[in-house]
C-alpha cells in the first residue's frame, strides 16, 4: 500500500479554533456549522443514570488460586457488559504519567508542527487527523486524532516514526499497553472456556496494534455535537487511557452509562472481531463521547487486531447443532477497508458484513 501520495486536508478542530481565539487558546465562542448535527441526532439532555460499572483487579491473573475467580470476573463482565476497567494491570505508573505529557507535549505544538503529519491519515504509519474521516462527514466529530500504526505487512512500524518529541514515551507505553493487551486478549478466551492450545492453534493472532491519541478541546455547547459518534471498534478489544475529565460513555441494552474515570485503571471494551470469534457470546458494545464546555480532554484508544488476511469466523469450539454460526467468515482487511470507506456508524452497524 503506498505511504505517500497526499492529498489537501480538511483543516484540523485544534487550528479552527486556534485561528479564531489565537494561538494556544482553546475557547470558542460558537461551534461552526460542520461540527452541528441534525435536531433529532444530537447527544441527549440529562444526566445519565449512575451505576457501579464493572472493575477487575487483574493481578489475580498470577496467582494460581486467584486466577479462575478473575476469569469468572472477566466471562461476567464481557458477557453482561462488553467493557470492564482494570487495576493492577502491570503498566507502571510513570509509564502512564509520560504518556499524558508526551501527548500534550504533541497537542501543544504549533499548527505547524502537527500538519506535518498530515495527509492519507488511514494509511499512513503515523498521521494527524480530524474527526473520524471527515471527507465522508455530513457532520464532523469535536475531536482531532494522532495515529500510530504498527500493522505488520503492511507498512513500517508507526512507533518508530514518531516525532521525536513524543518517540521515547510512546515506545514505552506501547509495550507495557502491549503486554496487557495481548494477556486480556488470552484472557477472554479463557474464560469463554478455551485450553491454552486451542487458543494458541485457533485464534488469530493479536499482531496488528492502532494507537489513536484523541484531542477533544472545549466545546463552546456540548448539545449540539459529539467528541466521538456512536460507534462499535472494529478490531478485537480496544485498550483505552483516559484522563481525569468524563467523557466516554457506553450503551447496555437501551440504556447509555458514564464511564467516570477512575484513576490508574483502564477502560477495556470488546469490538466487532471478538463477537464474531465468539458467536456473539460476547458482544461488541456500542460506545461514544460527549464534550463538555470547560476542559480540554485526552484519550489513548489502542486497538488490537489480526493481520489483515486473517478470516474470522465463529470459533468451532464455540459452535454446535444448538448453536450454529451466526456470522459468516470474512477477512479482517474487508472489515478495516469498510470501516474507514465511511462515516461512523451507530447501531453497532459495521458487524453487518458478516450478517
Ligand atoms: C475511540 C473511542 C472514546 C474516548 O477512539 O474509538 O471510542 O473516550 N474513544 O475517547
Ligand atoms: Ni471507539
Not at 476469569?71 to 504518556?99: K, P, S, T
Not at 494522532?146 to 515506545?171: H, K, M, S, T, W
Request: charged fraction near 25%; include cysteine; proline fraction near 8%.
Amino acid at each position: 500500500m503506498p505511504c505517500s501520495e497526499e492529498r489537501t486536508p480538511i483543516m484540523g478542530l485544534q487550528e479552527i479554533i486556534e485561528r479564531e481565539a489565537g494561538a494556544g487558546q482553546l475557547q470558542l465562542q460558537a461551534v461552526p456549522q460542520a461540527f452541528i448535527r441534525p435536531p433529532h441526532d444530537r447527544p441527549p439532555d440529562g444526566t445519565l443514570q449512575e451505576r457501579q460499572l464493572p472493575v477487575i483487579d487483574i493481578s489475580g491473573l498470577d496467582d494460581p488460586l486467584l486466577r479462575s475467580l478473575v476469569l469468572q470476573q472477566i466471562a461476567h463482565a464481557c458477557a453482561h457488559w462488553g467493557f470492564f476497567q482494570v487495576v493492577n494491570h502491570g503498566v507502571e505508573d510513570e509509564v502512564v504519567q509520560e504518556m499524558r505529557a508526551a501527548c500534550w507535549r504533541f497537542f501543544n505544538q504549533p499548527a505547524s508542527e502537527r500538519n506535518k503529519l498530515r495527509g492519507r491519515e488511514n494509511e499512513l504509519p503515523v498521521g494527524y487527523t480530524t474527526s473520524f474521516n471527515p471527507s465522508m462527514e455530513s457532520t464532523r466529530d469535536w475531536k482531532d486524532v494522532l495515529y500510530v500504526r504498527d500493522v505488520p505487512g503492511v507498512c513500517c512500524n508507526g512507533f518508530d516514526l514518531v516525532p521525536e518529541i513524543c518517540r521515547e514515551a510512546f515506545q514505552q507505553y506501547r509495550s507495557g499497553v502491549d503486554r496487557l493487551g495481548k494477556l486480556l486478549f488470552e484472557s477472554i478466551f479463557e474464560s469463554l472456556g478455551l485450553s491454552k492450545a486451542s487458543i494458541k492453534e485457533k485464534v488469530p493472532a493479536a499482531a496488528r496494534l492502532v494507537m489513536g491519541v484523541n484531542f477533544y478541546p472545549p466545546c463552546p455547547d456540548p448539545s449540539l455535537t459529539f467528541g466521538v459518534s456512536p460507534h462499535s471498534d472494529v478490531s478485537f478489544i480496544t485498550v483505552l487511557l483516559q484522563d481525569e475529565v468524563a467523557g466516554l460513555q457506553i450503551k447496555k441494552g437501551e440504556n447509555w452509562y458514564l464511564v467516570k474515570p477512575l484513576p490508574n485503571a483502564f477502560v477495556i471494551n470488546l469490538a466487532d472481531q471478538i463477537e464474531i470469534l465468539s458467536n456473539g457470546k460476547y458482544k461488541s458494545i456500542e460506545h461514544r463521547a460527549i464534550t463538555n464546555a470547560e476542559k480540554p480532554r485526552i484519550s489513548v484508544a489502542c486497538f488490537f487486531g489480526p493481520l489483515s488476511d486473517a478470516i474470522i469466523e465463529p470459533l468451532p469450539e464455540l459452535t454446535s447443532e444448538n448453536e450454529p454460526a451466526k456470522y459468516k467468515a470474512v477477512k479482517f482487511g474487508d472489515y478495516v477497508r469498510d470501516f474507514y470507506s465511511k462515516s461512523l456508524r451507530p447501531n453497532r452497524e459495521t458487524l453487518s458484513l458478516a450478517r
